[in-house]
């Protein structure tokens, strides 16, 4: 258990030298730490993971030598010797640091092979607490300080940390890199990389340098997420009436990485799929790499030049950062991939499924200890955080909005603040007390539904938590409309009714509200009749399902719903995505019944003509969304002349000749229906694929495999061939299939995963239990797994598996509530 380090001390600044030894496993390390002694003690405490054969010693005011010991539980290392009084203090550290090839955090090593060689790469992860893995430092985000960082790497190697290199100096076979010295900054944000890579620069119109760096073994890379780069750091210093604060902004993409990408300030880190991408990738692969790139760079002002005092304000950066990153950044250097409507799908929609259960926890919560931090990275924080701020802006407007986070910005800046100073900042400069309102949206668990019903020219609305039983209540900012009238309202009680003189009513316009609607049936058989937006069919839709699976409406009136809906079009597509994925789950947790039968002639009924109009190949100079909804067709419907052709193409290794929005089809479609050639081929293209993009896609078709026998060969694969990383995406896909055989592997080898994902990759583990416990819809199934988990627990995924267990509760339920209603319904 990690523990908050006493408060006696503030470090000033930091002199880090490292040098990495792969062949060892090791770092030896050497660092300086200047502190600042406010409360007189006879110890100091610094954190440290896995730090050996140390050596310490004050140098300043005057020379002591200091004794440590560790302790392992609070990953703490007090220093004894002296007395420390008030006043400025500069301790030397001389250590061994670890430089595990086999963890992806700390100060780690990531591997890649060129011409039959294996290149090594030193790399660094520090969120949210692991720099202490690297050097003994005050390892919390309020401990700010700056920072000079010097490598000892060999000589063919490039360098990279946080700032400008300043001086390379040659010594033998090796040479050493300073770098210049850091604005005051959190550890967290620290950043070395030291290995081969192929670089390309540019700059912004004002003169900021720019990086992307990848592994050499990447041939015909384009420059599109430098190019984005530019475009995005422009756009925010505009945005945030900030300029960018640092010199340059480096870019690395490395082999082995467990998130998707870390915004270290001036020097970010990511997957390889990131951001390595060639000249024809696809629509998809484009619009992924402009939404992390955007989301990284948010962070270089708001958790960067500004930083959270403490981890339960993780939601406030990586909400804000994800609401910039994609509906601001990403919405407006590139429009035509309409992220508004998409991020309902992609991002609204999985938060509310996740917040919509009674173990779900507040945005902003309590931290003690570092397991305690690493499941803070969910769809709460992201997702759910994001829809906040984008409700809130639509409720103050966009540009006061800005102009209160460029305020909280210029006062906080290079220090540390909490999310109720930003909300300050924002209301002041809109005059409301906007605190008072997100209150019960950040600090407790949850959100509403609100029941409407209009009847005689009267609007009823009425509110209680989605999911469970509470008391509680929230002040819900709501836009209502009809056609073209539009009206806010504030509902901050129970109840309320208010004049309407229109003949229906939207009650989340443009799903700008993070909170679900149930409209009465008479209202829901009008705005079955209206032809609506995309963003607003989709919650509809979503918010009417979702009820069927809590009881609060029941299922026969959904199947219903769907039987209405015309056949799928372009500019339907996202609403198709919204309804395919929930005929998937109707098909999962009603296996065996008539309900499949429903679900296999809806979804021919409203795929089969777009299918049979857009053809089964793409067209040139086709929309974006006329080719993601033949993907879309094609991996849902079961088309034997796809089929035959994507084993033509697999088989022929040649899917970098194919167009590039169809190459994740024909790996799907592939996986799917494999055979042992097929399966080989695919595992081929995984392990030689051209681009990340391709090889991601193999591994997306080695999940969907449904043949019991290559099953056991995927899961050895993916054991004993696939990047860590990668692991998990495997075995997720396979999870969620038919079979039962990944479910008995994840059994059986949990001692394994809880060791190799236990620590510093819990959202590997994460994934994986997720998919076990997303398998199953009985109660007998949620006995089990809850004694299962009794008996092998997994220390930092508590919240996963308690969260997961009552999902697969809610689905038994469901069924044995609602399947002889829908059963009627369908006979």
Not at 4 to 13: A, G, S
Not at 814 to 825: A, E, F, G, V
Request: charged share 25%; proline share 4%; aromatic share 10%.
């Amino acid at each position: 258990m990690t523990e908050i380090l006493p408060t006696n001390f503030i470090p000033l600044h930091y002199k880090i030298y490292v040098k990495p030894d792969p062949e060892l496993s090791l770092n030896y390390g050497k660092i300086t730490i200047i502190i600042d002694c406010i409360q007189p003690t006879n110890e100091l405490v610094l954190n440290g993971v896995g730090i050996k054969d140390i050596k310490s010693r004050c140098i300043k005011p005057q020379c002591h030598e200091l004794t440590v010991k560790e302790d392992k539980e609070k990953e703490q290392l007090i220093f004894t010797g002296m007395r420390f009084e008030q006043g400025k203090y500069e301790i030397e550290i001389e250590y061994n640091g670890d430089l595990p090839a086999d963890d992806l955090c700390g100060f780690y090593q990531s591997k890649y092979e060129i011409d039959g060689k294996t290149k090594t790469i030193c790399c660094t992860q520090f969120e949210p607490s692991s720099a202490r893995k690297a050097f003994p430092c005050f390892d919390e985000p309020n401990y700010k300080a700056t920072f000079d960082i010097i490598m000892e790497v060999p000589k063919e190697d490039d360098c990279f940390s946080n700032m400008p290199i300043k001086a390379v100096t040659e010594h033998g076979e090796f040479k050493i890199v300073e770098f210049e010295r850091t604005l005051k900054m959190s550890t967290y944000l620290i950043a070395f990389v030291n290995g081969e890579f192929t670089s390309y620069y540019g700059e912004t119109v004002r003169g900021i340098k720019l990086g992307l760096h990848f592994p050499k073994s990447h041939k015909n890379v384009s420059k599109f997420a430098l190019d984005t780069m530019s475009k995005c750091l422009t756009l925010y210093e505009q945005a945030y009436d900030i300029k960018y604060p640092l010199p340059k902004c480096d870019w690395i993409a490395l082999p082995d990485f467990e998130a998707g990408a870390m915004e270290n300030w001036g020097c970010i880190t990511s997957r390889e799929t990131e951001v390595v991408l060639q000249e024809n990738a696809s629509s998809q692969s484009l619009k992924r790499c402009a939404s992390v790139v955007c989301h990284e760079l948010a962070h270089m002002w708001f958790g960067d030049l500004v930083t959270m005092k403490w981890w339960n304000d993780l939601w406030l950066n990586e909400g804000f950062a994800s609401y910039m990153g994609d509906l601001f950044a990403t919405a407006t250097l590139f429009p035509e991939w309409h992220m508004n409507v998409s991020n309902e799908f992609e991002s609204v929609l999985p938060a509310l499924d996740s917040d919509g259960c009674s173990s779900t926890h507040p945005v902003s919560v309590p931290v003690k200890k570092a397991s305690d931090i690493e499941q803070l990275f969910d769809l709460i924080s992201y997702n759910k955080g994001s829809a906040l701020i984008d409700m809130m802006i639509n409720y103050v407007g966009f540009d006061k909005f800005m102009k209160g986070i460029s305020l909280y910005l210029k006062k906080y800046m290079y220090g540390n603040a909490v999310s109720d100073e930003m909300w300050k900042c924002v209301g002041e400069v809109c005059g409301i007390d906007l605190k008072d309102i997100v209150q019960e949206w950040t600090y407790k668990a949850g959100f509403p539904v609100v029941s409407v019903k209009i009847e005689n020219n009267k609007l009823f609305i009425s509110q209680e938590r989605c999911g469970c039983k509470s008391e509680q209540l929230w002040k819900i900012p709501m836009i209502l409309s009809c056609g073209g009238y539009k009206q806010t309202y504030l509902l901050t009680k129970k109840s309320a009714c208010i004049e309407w003189n229109q003949p229906y009513v939207i009650a989340n316009t443009m799903s700008t509200g993070f909170y679900r609607v149930q409209y009465s049936e008479q209202l829901l058989d009008v705005l079955k009749q209206q032809t609506l937006c995309q963003t607003e069919t989709m919650s509809i839709l979503d918010d009417l399902y979702s009820l069927c699976k809590i009881g609060k409406v029941s299922s026969k009136n959904y199947l219903a719903f769907i039987k209405t809906l015309k056949p799928f079009v372009s500019d339907t597509y996202q609403v198709a995505r919204v309804v395919c994925e929930h005929l998937t789950e109707l098909k999962s947790v009603f296996r065996g019944t008539e309900v499949v039968q429903f679900v296999i002639q809806q979804r021919e009924r409203l795929l089969g003509p777009a299918l049979q109009q857009l053809g089964l190949k793409t067209i040139p100079g086709e929309s974006i969304e006329d080719a993601k909804l033949r993907s879309l067709c094609l991996t849902t419907l079961n088309n034997q002349e796809s089929i035959k052709e994507a084993f033509n193409i697999i088989e022929a290794g040649d899917l970098s000749k194919v167009d590039a929005e169809m190459r994740q089809p024909i790996c799907i479609i592939a996986g799917r229906n494999a055979t042992e050639p097929i399966f080989e081929k695919l595992c081929q293209l995984y392990l030689n694929g051209e681009t990340p993009e391709i090889k991601r896609n193999a591994l997306r078709g080695l999940g969907l495999v449904k043949n019991e026998e290559i099953i056991k060969k995927v899961i050895d694969f993916a054991t004993n061939k696939v990047r860590q990383q990668d692991f998990c995406f495997v075995m997720i896909l396979s999870l969620l299939g038919e079979s039962e055989l990944p479910c008995q592997w994840v059994e059986n080898h949990i001692d394994y995963i809880n060791e190799k994902f236990g620590t510093g990759m819990s959202s590997i583990r994460n994934w994986i239990l997720e998919g076990l416990l997303g398998h199953y819809s009985s109660h007998e199934k949620y006995q089990y797994y809850t004694q299962f988990f009794i008996d092998h627990p997994a220390v930092g995924s508590e919240n996963t598996i308690k969260q997961s267990l009552e999902k697969m509760l809610n689905r038994a339920d469901w069924i044995k509530r609602d399947l002889s209603d829908m059963l009627s319904y369908l006979h």
